[in-house]
């Protein structure tokens, strides 16, 4: 069993470094422990050390553990893997974040589906920062009139942007996806004010999203070690 406690630790240390770095408040950035592939059992032993974000990426897997941790009410799960329009009914019943909506299908169905006595759902928007063919995420260019449509939806909360940067060895195109990103945020929030996310930073790029302005950085490997995808079903 790797050491869930320690990386977490380590975890955070590098999230107070990098944001000390920058002249950030290392409080100012939540830590999202993706869980994907991981056991209940693994995920309570995070919960045990403090940790209360988890990020899911596989619908039905997450339900099963959503489910074994019912009772741990303070847990906040976020939804960060692709939606089929047809599966956004448990999202919305099941989730308090989802970080991967790219159009405005998705965000209409998760509006009408969020029961009456759950708040709003947080919503990020998904961008497809590196012009990337195959990627999910909304086109910069398309992105302002996505925004204003889903900040009209009654039940969702459009908290901000989520990104995964197209994969690089070369830091400075990697920093330079984070830095549009956050252009992109400084430029809608003169007309939404509200919105207070920019989800993006995964285990090997977290400090440079951080010195970007990352407020959310989803940390799967750096906490719970090299996934198995083996005796996965879903
Ligand atoms: C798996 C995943 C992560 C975590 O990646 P690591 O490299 O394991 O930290 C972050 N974001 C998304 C959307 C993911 O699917």
Known sequence: MPCINNNLIKVQQQIHEAATATGREPADITLLAVSKTRTADELKQ?????????????????????????ALDDLCWHFIGPIQSNKTRPIAESFHWVHSVDRIKIARRLSEQRPEHLPALNICLQINISGEESKAGCLPEDTATLVAEIAALPRIKLRGLMAIPQATDDPEQQRDAFHRMQQLFTELKQNHPTLDTLSMGMSGDMAMAIAEGATIVRIGTAIFGARDYSNKQN
């Open 46 to 70: 995070a919960y045990d050390h403090g940790q209360r974000h988890f990020g899911e990426n596989y619908l039905q897997e997450s339900l099963e553990k959503i489910d074994a941790l019912s």
